[in-house]
């Protein structure tokens, strides 16, 4: 628990990435290279523990790009740092529905605009994209947003690839 680690691996135990004994489908692939999966867990556990963008938002884009995907594995696993901000799973269940269904703020809108088009057509997004994001989001966090969705795009797409699934025990 004194490693500067430990909070990072905690956040990750509670999505399921990685288990006590560092045991789950994608820890065994990831610990293949034990050095990346190190960084890896360092870089991606920022943006839960510094929380340089609202966890709400960056869990309902993290939700929406694996939808988008088809990424059953990334649609098991909750983060509970979204979940203890007022995330619920009955607005999880809504966010295929996003633009049409009540309670999505103007924040949260513009970022899901922008993280499917991130993941689905990159050369498509204008700057009016990103004008819309800028207006919820000072220039450091749509840097962080940004690379956010890098992260769990880049990510779910690893894990389709290579075909892991999500933690039987989850």
């Known amino acids: 628990a004194g490693t500067p680690l430990a909070p990072v691996d905690a956040t990750m135990k509670r999505i399921g990435i990685l288990t006590a004994g560092g045991d789950t489908p994608f820890a065994r692939v990831f610990n293949l290279c034990p050095e990346l999966f ?80 991130f993941a689905l057509d990159p050369h498509g997004v204008t700057d009016a994209d990103a004008a819309a994001v800028a207006a919820h989001l000072s220039p450091p966090e749509m840097v962080a947003f940004t690379e956010a969705l890098a992260v769990f795009d880049g990510f779910t797409r690893f894990r389709l690839i290579l075909g892991i699934e999500a933690d039987a025990a989850r």
């Open 38 to 117: 190190a960084r890896f867990r360092a870089f991606a556990g920022l943006f839960w523990t510094r929380r340089p963008v609202d966890p709400v938002v960056l869990e309902l884009c993290r939700l929406r790009i694996a939808q988008l995907l088809g990424s059953d594995a990334d649609l098991a696993e909750r983060g509970p740092e979204a979940r203890d901000a007022g995330l619920t799973e009955a607005r999880i269940a809504t966010l295929d529905r996003w633009r049409d269904t009540p309670g999505y703020s103007a924040a949260e809108r513009a970022c899901l605009a922008f993280a499917e088009k």
